[in-house]
């Protein structure tokens, strides 16, 4: 392992370095993938140790960068929020009073669903559960809940007639100003 790290380290925070432009930060990630390498090889899974160091890198500065990205967009929010607020808050009081009152009625009817029905709805779509993962919790046929899952799509569909109930929302929103 030794001989493998005095090989390609200096080479790969060069090459993490040249992604993350932050030579602490490429260290921090050469170094972990090397950690990771050692797991990977005393479970015997490792052939290319070249190719997956590279990779591995690879893939860990574009994460960091990613990271670094959403960090400043919210940062730059923030300030943008502080310096416009009183639009900002308006706007986002908008916001979660539309978005409050379609889940509030959403919710509403999602309760009238039948309980085996309104069960694989939740699990779906708030659990994010894949319709073979909720089959097997209810032990029912994927068939079963692919079924059960559109008839309720479909129930909610008609409980709620989306285009009467937003320009009410908005109309009551628009009553605050």
Not at 66 to 75: I, V, Y
Not at 114 to 132: A, T, V
Not at 161 to 177: D, E, G, K, R, T
Request: with cysteine; aromatic share 12%; glycine share 2%.
């Amino acid at each position: 392992m030794e001989k493998i790290f005095q090989q390609y380290y200096t080479a790969l925070c060069l090459f993490s370095y040249r992604i993350v432009d932050n030579d602490l930060l490429a260290q921090d990630i050469v170094q972990e993938a090397f950690i990771r390498l050692n797991e990977e090889m005393k479970c015997g899974k490792m052939q290319s140790c070249r190719s997956w160091l590279y990779t591995t890198v690879k893939n860990a500065s574009l994460n960091a960068v990613n990271k670094k990205r959403r960090q400043e967009s919210d940062k730059k929010f923030y300030a943008d929020y502080l310096l416009t607020g009183e639009n900002i808050i308006v706007q986002d009081v908008e916001k979660l009073l539309v978005r409050s009152e379609v889940s509030r009625q959403l919710w509403k009817e999602i309760y009238r669903l039948p309980q085996q029905m309104r069960q694989i709805i939740r699990m779906h779509f708030l659990e994010s559960m894949s319709i073979r993962e909720i089959s097997t919790a209810l032990r029912l046929h994927v068939s079963t809940v692919k079924t059960q899952k559109q008839r309720g799509i479909t129930l909610l569909r008609k409980y709620i007639n989306f285009l009467a109930l937003i320009p009410v929302i908005f109309s009551f929103c628009n009553f605050f100003y």
